[in-house]
């Protein structure tokens, strides 16, 4: 797996260091080195091609703390993070949203924790490490910490492995070992990491209706081989099979099946995730695989209550599945750069923030009730902000109960105003954070701008034109839905696609407003109701228009997906033609008349680029860089 590095220096107790390195290799190390001067560990470092693990002497843990640290899928570079009271010549720590942000000999003004002793520093920042090894200072207490605080006083991005239900404990002295190895005797590990493998917090449907026996489906899976990418295989066929029944089903009966299929199908989506926990098998491509299939297994279900409810003689059935995925697709646009905010906030020194104000009363009270664990308000909290076993349970229920004409308008509705809630009080927490978040990567990639928009400049702020560019696309539906046909419609979509195209005006302008991180969701917003506009006004089979939105919207779950897993951007990006060069082909279809032929032969054109770029990305760039497919890695870091 990698290289273990036991630094037995500065430790008081003189702990021998033999303990730790057969648990290093019982973890999985490759090789396991005791050094006692920080120059020949800065010279591993230097050396090194792979992750490189560091502890102490003086920790005392089950072997599956150290392989949980050596496998976090966090980040490149965890430290182990204990409650334990932290000794005067330990490094207490300071964490927000599971990044170290304060850590030191002197503690911070309010510490979450203290280092446990132990890290695992990533491929990028062994030069980092390299360096503060050649000049850890001297001091009281082991070396490690000072090294540790060495290495995230250079910004080395931290992330916190904190311990769960199995033990680990520093000492100081013989009694303080005896201790320790009793309270990790008295834990059976193999049963901890069983019930570790569920998230410790979850939403309220999954956590009181999935997550009370799914770890009995993922001990079986374990037991048979069937790792994550085949658990989320599996539970796409249920999701599929429940979308079929739900559009195809005239009666009670299908609709009952497939309502109990598509809680399977939740189910195994849990699962697949647990699988990844349980077995220690992670990988980008299972956590982008995870992404991916989880937002088109949400939307062909959309399909199938769209077609379900028109075979039940509701004429706009259709238009209720465009409107939903457009709905959830906008809102996870905002979910995605509001979590990215959040992490850079995180990042920030202790007292950066700017206090007062409504924006900072809100982030106060919503970390109030977050703490609040198990409270009422903390599950209204989590269940108010529909999230997806929310959105399912409401699915099965009412197509069970009711039809997939009810199915569809709970979630639109419950989604609306979910979606008002959230971007509410995000805005305002936002504008009190004041923190930049497309200026830390590249703005354009994740705006998806074209050749075109990307030389126009950056004459203007990006924000208020992309909001612009939304109304102007939403004007258009309007208009579309109106009854606005022949000349005048295509007038309208030649005014309408000058507008949204000016919002490529601030392409190349810094994006570091307090809300610009809004600006990929708004764009979004424009490209699906202008699509929408179009197929409305040009009378295209909503089916169709379904088809091309369900195509975009993989595209930019594509995106945001790579964004979370720290990979780079698709193989074929320009080939997609950005959302200006998407729009001004189905502007020119829509004005010559040719908008039933663009629809689908755009969509077409689209899925057979993306699932290129998929194969490239995923399996053969890997491939001729002497690395195993991605494909026979599993893993799925993402799973519910």
């Known amino acids: 797996m990698t290289l273990a590095v036991v630094l037995a220096a500065g430790d008081p107790a003189a702990m021998p260091p033999e303990r730790l390195v057969e648990q290093w290799r019982?973890?999985?190390?490759?090789?396991?080195?005791?050094?006692?001067?920080?120059?020949?560990?800065?010279?591993?470092?230097?050396?090194?091609?792979?992750?490189?693990?560091?502890?102490?002497?003086?920790?005392?843990?089950?072997?599956?703390?150290?392989?949980?640290?050596?496998?976090?899928?966090?980040?490149p570079t965890v430290a182990l993070v204990l409650t334990d009271p932290v000794h005067p010549d330990r490094v207490a720590v300071r964490e927000d949203r599971g990044q170290v942000v304060e850590s030191g000999s002197t503690p911070p003004a309010n510490p979450t924790g203290g280092f446990?002793?132990?890290?695992?520093v990533g491929v990028p920042d062994l030069p980092a490490l390299a360096a503060v090894a050649r000049t850890v200072p001297d001091g009281p207490g082991p070396?490690?910490?000072?090294?540790?605080?060495?290495?995230?006083?250079?910004?080395?991005?931290?992330?916190?492995?904190?311990?769960?239900?199995?033990?680990?404990?520093?000492?100081?002295?013989?009694?303080?070992?005896?201790?320790?190895?009793?309270?990790?005797?008295?834990?059976?590990?193999?049963?901890?990491?069983l019930k570790l493998s569920v998230k410790e917090r979850d939403d309220f449907f999954t956590t009181f209706f999935v997550s009370t026996w799914s770890p009995y489906v993922t001990k079986f899976c374990a037991r048979i081989g069937l790792g994550p990418t085949g658990v989320t295989a599996v539970s796409v066929l249920f999701a599929f099979a429940a979308a079929w029944l739900f559009a195809y089903g005239d009666a009670r009966l299908p609709w009952v099946v497939g309502a109990v299929l598509l809680y399977l199908g939740f189910m195994l989506d849990c699962v697949d995730g647990q699988v990844a926990r349980y077995t220690r098998h992670f990988s980008a491509w299972g956590g982008w695989l995870d992404t991916m299939?989880?937002?088109?297994?949400?939307?062909?279900v959309y399909a199938g209550l769209g077609a379900g409810a028109t075979l039940g003689g509701y004429e706009y059935g259709w238009a209720l599945a465009i409107a939903a995925i457009t709905l959830q697709t906008v809102r996870h646009m905002t979910d995605t750069w509001y979590g990215v905010l959040h992490d850079e906030a995180a990042r920030r020194p202790a007292g950066a923030a700017p206090s007062g104000g409504l924006g900072a009363k809100l982030s106060q009270a919503s970390n109030r009730v977050q703490a609040d664990t198990g409270s009422v308000s903390y599950w209204l909290k989590r269940t108010v902000v529909f999230p997806i076993g929310e959105?399912?349970?409401?699915?099965?229920?009412?197509?069970?109960?009711?039809?997939?004409?009810?199915?569809?308008?709970?979630?639109?509705?419950?989604?609306?105003?979910?979606?008002?809630?959230?971007?509410?009080?995000?805005?305002?927490?936002?504008?009190?954070?004041?923190?930049?978040?497309?200026?830390?990567?590249?703005?354009?990639?994740?705006?998806?701008?074209?050749?075109?928009?990307?030389?126009?400049?950056?004459?203007a702020r990006p924000l208020p034109l992309a909001v612009l560019a939304a109304l102007a696309a939403a004007g258009l539906l309007g208009a579309a839905l109106a009854g606005l046909d022949g000349t005048a419609f295509r007038v309208a979509v030649a005014?309408?696609?000058?507008?949204?195209?000016?919002?490529?005006?601030?392409?190349?302008?810094?994006?570091?407003?307090?809300?610009?991180?809004?600006?990929?969701?708004?764009?979004?917003?424009?490209?699906?109701?202008?699509?929408?506009?179009?197929?409305?006004?040009a009378a295209v089979s909503p089916p169709l228009v379904f088809a091309l939105l369900l195509v975009l919207a993989l595209h930019h779950y594509?995106?945001?997906?790579?964004?979370?897993?720290?990979?780079?951007?698709?193989?074929?990006?320009?080939?997609t033609l950005g959302w200006d060069g998407r729009l001004l082909v189905l502007s020119a279809a829509a004005i010559a008349g040719f908008?039933?032929?663009?629809?689908?032969?755009?969509?077409?054109?689209?899925?057979?680029?993306?699932?290129?770029?998929?194969?490239?990305?995923?399996?053969?760039?890997?491939?001729?860089?002497?690395?195993?497919?991605?494909?026979?890695?599993?893993?799925?870091?993402?799973?519910?």
């Open 26 to 75: 019982a973890a999985g190390a490759r090789e396991v080195r005791v050094v006692a001067d920080p120059d020949e560990l800065s010279a591993l470092a230097a050396a090194a091609t792979e992750p490189v693990l560091v502890s102490g002497t003086d920790l005392v843990a089950h072997t599956a703390v150290l392989r949980h640290l050596a496998t976090s899928p966090v980040g």
């Open 116 to 120: 446990g002793g132990a890290l695992r």
């Open 143 to 193: 070396a490690v910490d000072r090294l540790f605080a060495a290495l995230a006083a250079t910004g080395t991005t931290v992330f916190a492995h904190r311990v769960r239900l199995l033990v680990a404990h520093r000492v100081t002295d013989a009694a303080g070992l005896t201790a320790a190895e009793a309270a990790v005797a008295a834990v059976e590990e193999d049963r901890a990491e």
């Open 293 to 300: 299939a989880d937002r088109a297994k949400e939307y062909v």
């Open 391 to 459: 959105r399912w349970a409401l699915i099965s229920l009412t197509v069970a109960l009711f039809n997939p004409l009810v199915s569809l308008v709970a979630v639109l509705a419950w989604g609306v105003l979910a979606f008002a809630y959230t971007l509410a009080l995000r805005t305002l927490r936002a504008r009190s954070m004041r923190v930049p978040v497309l200026t830390t990567v590249d703005a354009v990639l994740y705006r998806d701008d074209g050749p075109l928009v990307r030389r126009l400049g950056w004459a």
């Open 495 to 537: 005014a309408a696609v000058l507008v949204v195209l000016a919002a490529g005006l601030a392409s190349a302008r810094p994006h570091a407003g307090a809300l610009d991180w809004l600006v990929p969701a708004a764009l979004r917003a424009a490209e699906y109701l202008f699509v929408i506009a179009v197929g409305v006004g």
């Open 558 to 575: 594509d995106l945001t997906a790579r964004l979370e897993k720290r990979q780079a951007a698709p193989p074929l990006h320009d080939w």
């Open 595 to 640: 908008a039933s032929i663009a629809l689908p032969t755009l969509a077409a054109y689209l899925l057979v680029v993306l699932l290129a770029s998929v194969t490239l990305a995923w399996v053969t760039v890997p491939a001729r860089a002497g690395r195993p497919a991605a494909g026979a890695a599993e893993g799925a870091t993402g799973g519910r």
